[in-house]
């Protein structure tokens, strides 16, 4: 099944089922194209994994980790389907990043990988923008990765029998494919990293692991219309801009 958070006519936020473009709660149904789709969840924390596909950490010119690399994006990050990301000011480039993004179920703490996926409730789509002028300086990441709005997710959580192993990523730049593997290209699974991430730290119900990118990063421009497709998942699309100040 695919769920989505949207507000409705009334301006009370909903989760609904989606079937065929249409939005269903309790015994009402909206077109989806006429809601407001809302960020399908609501994280206290996104933990994010770099250089977890090879032919990106070939392009960004570095090693293969032994061990996922993580680092966090904040809860201001979150943006959803159809919004307007505005990108930091005074920065030559600010990076596209298609990723797969896993949605925590439960509050959990020391997984097994055996036992991971008890805990996942679904995957979604998310844009990992990545302000590379300050990140490649800083070694916390922060202005490069927990900038406002720097991860639009969405559109829906589709549950995991939904979203085939190999399920293809693309992303689109005004139409133009940028990006374009599959997640079985990962070097650490789902399960690896759910299993690494809990024995550090508590995850809680909506959480998001975003598993990482493949090769085909670029910088963003004023005007972009950004569009990242997951196989069984669908299709987030936002737009940016150039700050104003």
Known sequence: MKYVRFRDPAGSVRRGR????????????????AVDVLPPCEPTKI??????????????????????????????????????????????????????AVVIGEQCRNVDAEDAMD????????????NRDDQDTEQNWVRGKAFDNAAPMGPVVATPDE????????LRVNGETKQDS???QFIFSVPELIAEIT?????????????????????L??????AVTIEGIGTLEHDVRASSR
């Not at 550090?200 to 990063?217: F, K, Q, R, W, Y």
């Open 119 to 130: 805990v996942v409730e679904g995957y979604t789509c998310l844009n990992d923008i990545s």
């Open 221 to 226: 421009s004023d005007g972009d219309h950004v």
């Open 163 to 170: 979203v085939p192993e190999d399920a293809s990523i693309e």
């Open 47 to 100: 933990v994010c994994v770099g250089l977890n596909y090879a032919d990106h950490a070939a392009e960004r010119d570095s090693e293969l980790p032994d061990r996922p690399l993580l680092f966090l994006k904040t809860p201001n990050t979150v943006s959803a389907h159809g919004d307007t990301v505005t990108l930091p000011a005074g920065k030559e480039r600010v990076d596209w990043e298609a990723e797969l």
């Open 18 to 33: 989606l079937d065929d473009g249409t939005v269903q709660f309790g015994d009402e149904s909206y077109e989806q194209d």
């Open 199 to 219: 024995t550090h730290l508590t995850l809680e119900a909506g959480d998001v692991i975003s598993t990482g990118t493949p090769a085909g990063v670029g910088p």
């Open 182 to 184: 599959s997640i079985d």
